[in-house]
């Protein structure tokens, strides 16, 4: 049967002595992208958890941001040669773990309370309640991370006036590039939070992601080795976001908006599985 | 519309559900029963498209739920009270799923004044009671204001008030010509909401039949028929003439006859065709949860038992002899053994995947001088009759 069972049925309800099927006096219209895009939206200004993380990830660039500036600022350091934007990114890295946290919260809590039952009863199509989820959280994190860090680099330049002037491309890079890379890093927990569908799992595997190449890489003693070291220092999450700042560990390795390319691949693949993976699993 | 045809849902080795096939229909209130770990909430998620089925299918007015078009204003369901996030507003839970369907926010503040929450719209569902969640979980059913409701345990944690509440208003929401299909396992409940049982055990189903069907087919009904004490002949000669009938026919203890497979009106007309005096003929109906205590006694998962406390309980201290303090040097009396719940004759023979029910422990055999109109003597002569 392919068309609504509805009128035929209602035509030989009064036959069979049945009653009629009811309907809604409420107009019918088909949800689309758009209403998911709303609820998301409503779910997550609704909980305390966003206020906590963004709140805590603003405050840390800020007093980090400002206050390493104020600090070099104080001690007459001589800054020649180093972008002053650069300071920027020790906020931005601490700032980093609460994004990842409310990523992966984000569906983690639609698991762990077992709302996602409810979430996939009003919308049958996990592709659009993802989608919904995903754009709703990158525009608010890529939002408030572009402002927050363009504030920053605004207070260290007037802080630090003796240093040299950043170009308009640095200055890109270092507050709406920063702003894609950290909503993207969030997109990718939030990918990682619909695949492993637990919280502390997904978040443990994300700062992981985020820390381990950097602790393992110094360990990498032996010559035959020296290839993966490279790798994992210049494809380190921190390292590719210092590189948006202009700044690098290596000479090599992925500069200017090459972060973000990197980044963009990561998070299809993790959205993509988790596409692929909602529409399989049982929920 | 629901309709499940051979819906099978398999984890690993375990069998959740085994080739169930059903029909729910409009304008009834269809009550799912079942043991715990029977398959009624497997089932259900099977109906929303949250689990997929291993074989068999099931639709809703001919489609999947999945492939419903415009699925949350056709179905609603409450399947967990316990699934909304406790730092949310209940008004933003509703909202969030309003705007998620499609439906008008306006039909938020309706459905929270429906279910009696407005008070606490503005309070986070955390600090909600059982109660309150289920009130909160219906809201969402009625949001889209469907034609198809599912309530899996709607009135766990309702108060006297709110278990009256719900009752009448799936009453209401068939009588308007909806489907409402609800799960319980409170048995007296649905004796006074459903109209049509559906009854699952090891998550096959044993009976898809009205309420009053199920308990007469499912339970010890019978007629009690006394016939005056100084005529032993007219008692044989009732009883031959009822078999011959096609009634089935007892002897209790207190000389009384029961009677089963015969209607009342039917046995006083016997009675009287063979010109035999009657000094009683009563019926005896049982309640709907005894009738499903028969029906899935042999099918339950988890059974409780006797918490015995063996092995843990302190030895009783010892003389200087190494005897027990007190003089009873014998070893301890095992305990009687005592069946936890009562023991229920099987279901009347016929085409019905049950195993066969436990063996019934001694210690249930009932005293020579209980009344033979209580429970457990009355299982306990028909079982023996039917062996």
């Known amino acids: 049967m392919t068309s609504p069972a509805t009128p035929q049925d209602r035509r030989q309800a009064p036959e069979a002595g049945l009653l009629s099927f009811y309907e809604s006096p409420i107009p019918i219209r088909p949800a689309t992208l758009g209403d998911a895009i709303a609820s998301e939206w409503t779910k997550l200004r609704s909980v305390r958890a966003t206020v906590w993380t963004l709140g805590v990830m603003v405050a840390l660039m800020l007093t980090l941001g400002v206050g390493t500036a104020l600090l070099l600022a104080a001690n007459d350091t001589n800054l020649a040669g180093e972008p002053a934007l650069a300071l920027g990114l020790f906020g931005v890295l601490l700032g980093s773990l609460c994004v990842i946290t409310l990523g992966v919260l984000t569906i983690g809590s639609e698991y762990s309370t077992g709302m996602i039952r409810t979430t996939l009863t009003a919308c049958p199509s996990r592709a659009r309640v993802l989608a919904a989820k995903a754009i709703v959280f990158f525009s608010l994190v890529f939002v408030i991370t572009t402002v927050t860090a363009t504030v920053v680099a605004v207070f260290q330049t007037v802080i630090l006036s003796g240093t040299v002037a950043a170009s308009g491309g640095a200055w890109a890079l270092a507050t709406v590039g920063v702003g894609l890379y950290i909503a993207g890093l969030g997109l990718l927990s939030l990918g990682v939070g619909a695949i492993v569908r637990h919280t502390a799992g997904a978040i443990t595997i994300m700062i992981g992601v985020v820390l381990l190449p950097l602790v393992l890489a110094p360990f990498m003693f032996a010559d035959a080795l020296r290839g993966v070291q490279r790798f994992l220092v210049e494809y380190s999450i921190p390292n590719q976001l210092s590189a948006l700042y202009g700044t690098t560990m290596t000479s090599t390795g992925p500069s200017a908006w090459e972060p973000l390319l990197v980044m963009l691949g990561l998070v299809a693949v993790a959205l993509g599985g988790a596409v692929a993976l909602l529409n399989r699993r049982d929920v | 519309m629901i309709e499940a045809v051979g819906l099978t849902k398999r984890y690993g080795a375990k069998t959740a559900v085994d080739d169930l096939s059903f029909q729910v229909r409009p304008g009834a209130v269809t009550g799912f029963l079942g043991p715990n770990g029977s398959g009624k909430s497997t089932t259900m998620r099977m109906i929303l498209g949250l689990d997929s089925p291993t074989a068999g299918h099931v639709t809703i007015g001919g489609h999947p739920y999945r ?223 005894e009738a499903y205590m028969r029906l899935t006694q042999g099918l339950v998962d988890y059974r409780s038992t006797d918490d015995t406390k063996a092995g843990l309980a302190e030895p009783p201290p010892l003389d200087a002899y190494g005897y027990p303090v007190g003089g009873h040097t014998d070893v301890p009396v095992a305990p009687v053994e005592v069946p936890q719940e009562g023991w229920y004759a099987p279901p009347p023979p016929g085409p019905r995947p049950a195993p066969a029910p436990p063996a019934p422990s001694p210690a249930a055999e009932p005293s020579p001088a209980a009344e033979p109109s209580s429970a457990a003597p009355a299982g306990e002569q028909t079982s023996k009759d039917l062996r």
Do not use: Y
């Open chain 2, 67 to 289: 492939s419903l078009p415009n699925a949350p204003r056709q179905v609603g369901a409450l399947l967990d009270a316990k699934g909304v996030h406790g730092g949310r507003t209940a008004r933003n839970h509703l909202l969030s799923l309003a705007q998620l369907a499609g439906i008008p926010a306006a039909r938020v503040d309706e459905v929270l004044g429906v279910v009696g929450l407005q008070d606490v719209a503005k309070r986070r569902t955390g600090g909600f009671s059982l109660g309150m969640g289920q009130r909160l979980g219906i809201a969402a059913a009625l949001l889209g204001d469907p034609q198809v409701l599912l309530f899996d345990e709607p009135v766990n944690g309702l108060d006297p008030e709110g278990i009256h509440w719900v009752r009448n208003l799936m009453k209401m929401l068939a009588a308007e010509g909806r489907t409402v299909f609800v799960s319980s396992h409170l048995m007296s409940e649905m004796a006074l909401t459903a109209d049509h049982l559906i009854v699952i055990g090891r998550g096959r189903l044993l009976s898809d039949m009205s309420v009053t069907d199920f308990i007469s087919a499912n339970s010890a009904d019978f007629a009690r028929v006394r016939v005056p004490e100084d005529g032993p002949e007219d008692r044989q000669k009732l009883t031959a003439t009822l078999i011959e009938a096609g009634g089935r026919v007892m002897s209790e203890p207190g000389g009384a006859l029961r009677v089963t497979g015969l209607p009342l009106p039917r046995i006083s007309d016997l009675a009287h065709g063979c010109d035999v005096r009657l000094w009683e003929l009563s019926p005896h109906q049982a309640s709907l949860e």
